[in-house]
């Protein structure tokens, strides 16, 4: 079955204070690994693909890489509007009719205080 | 930005009713999904649809469930017969394809759906 798995459940920064979030997976036939952030009461917005291992994707104070095993989100000087749960989500083969499924985390609590 | 869109925003139903709830895909994706997420839980995946036919479905679709796409913009999921456990946030979500470069999902805001 497959299984995704983010660490920490919930993190405390301060401003400026880097740190990185965990999502740990075990599938079969990885066809993408997602980030996404989600506010409180609101869908899950998309930030990032990642499709092989070694690929790292970027967006401002935000960067995603890929192993074999495991992704990370890697916060840089994070800001009080960064506060936000983050979600990973795997999408692989199900059954042997090409299909895909996709299966998220529990996700992470960031919180930034000023 | 083309958004995926869902009415109403909150639906408050007795149990036994059935209910609709409404979606609009971005328009040029091919793939239609839902999901719920019950309060303090993680997003499940509830359903696949492509080409006027559900494509997949987790366990927790069942006879209750059904998804429809009846014009050439919107998407349903109509629950026939609402139980307390379904009380959650249903998101729709859209994406072009299934494959590299044109499998990310795009959700909307969601349905918080209470049942009563």
């Known amino acids: 079955e497959d299984q995704v798995t983010q660490s920490p459940e919930a993190l405390r920064l301060q401003e400026g204070e880097s740190s990185s979030l965990n999502c740990s997976y075990t599938?079969?036939?990885?066809?993408?690994l997602f980030w996404y952030r989600q506010d409180p009461g609101k869908g899950p917005e998309f930030l990032f693909t990642?499709?092989?291992a070694g690929e790292e994707k970027e967006k401002e104070r935000l960067k995603a890489t890929l192993t074999k095993k495991e992704s990370f989100l890697h916060i840089t000087a994070p800001k009080p509007e960064d506060s936000a749960t983050y979600l990973c989500a795997v999408q692989a083969l199900f059954g042997s009719g090409g299909y895909q499924k996709v299966t998220f985390g529990t996700g992470t609590k960031l919180q930034v205080i000023p | 930005e083309p958004e995926v869109t869902q009415t109403p925003s909150h639906q408050v139903t007795q149990m036994g009713q059935e209910v609709i709830l409404r979606c609009v895909p971005i328009?040029?994706?091919?793939?239609f999904y839902w999901y719920r997420q019950i309060l303090g839980q993680k997003v499940e995946f509830l359903v696949s649809?492509?080409?006027?036919?559900?494509?997949?479905k987790s366990e927790i679709f069942d006879d209750q469930f059904s998804v429809e796409r009846p014009d050439g913009s919107n998407f349903t999921l109509k629950i026939r017969s609402t139980k307390l456990e379904d009380s959650a946030m249903y998101f729709c979500?859209?994406?072009?394809?299934?494959?590299?470069?044109?499998?990310?999902?795009?959700f909307g805001p969601g349905t918080r759906l209470t049942v009563l």
């Open positions: 328009s040029n994706h091919l793939y």
């Open positions: 599938v079969s036939g990885l066809r993408g």
């Open positions: 990642l499709y092989s």
């Open positions: 649809f492509y080409n006027n036919e559900i494509s997949e």
């Open positions: 979500a859209s994406s072009v394809g299934l494959y590299r470069g044109s499998n990310e999902q795009f």
